[in-house]
């Protein structure tokens, strides 16, 4: 059997200041290196963990190093396993994107810009699905990503075409596991469980 556990990182300081994410370059708290590390331990008595690919951003990225020295897996990181850019409302006051934000008008999901500068949906998980199109999977990995980003992991692993993926969020949180299986004899994907 094929498994993916993807990961959503771990509690970070732009989640206390309450700053917009995206591609703002946040740190982990104490409580996150600490989430992380315990996290890893569960990783690793699920099984052999063969590989770790992970976000390029501080916040994914050092949630990922933690699991590697549990589990004793190489890390490879990739800026296509971002989060979604906010363009003009990176690293501001999370008010600040509540006062600006443009909602959709219900016939632009795919290419909508949430704000200025933002990325839209058919951008965000368009990288997402090119970039694990790209690479060999082995038969188990851990994805250390975003909660929105994990959406498109999802959604990229049960086989959701990309022009289909403007109304889906699987809503998973910080810290959080997310298991992903291919069986050997039919090749069926599933996912085993979510935002555990």
Known sequence: ???????????????????????YDSELTAKGIADANAIGEILNSEGEIEAIISSDLKRASTTADCFAKVVNAPVTVS??????????????AQSWLDERIKPEDGDNRMDHRIVSG???????????????????????????????AATYVISWWIGMPLESVGYVNFGIKPGKITKLVEDDFFKNRAVAYLNQ
């Open 79 to 92: 800026s296509a396993l971002r989060e979604m850019s906010f363009g003009d409302a990176e690293g501001k």
């Open 1 to 23: 059997m094929k498994t993916i556990y993807v990961v959503s990182h771990t509690e970070s300081e732009h989640h206390l200041s309450d700053l917009v994410g995206g591609w």
């Open 118 to 148: 933002a990325e839209s949906k058919r951008e965000f998980a368009g990288r997402i699905y090119q970039y694990l199109d790209s690479i060999e999977l082995p038969k188990c990995i851990v994805v250390s990503t975003h909660s929105f």
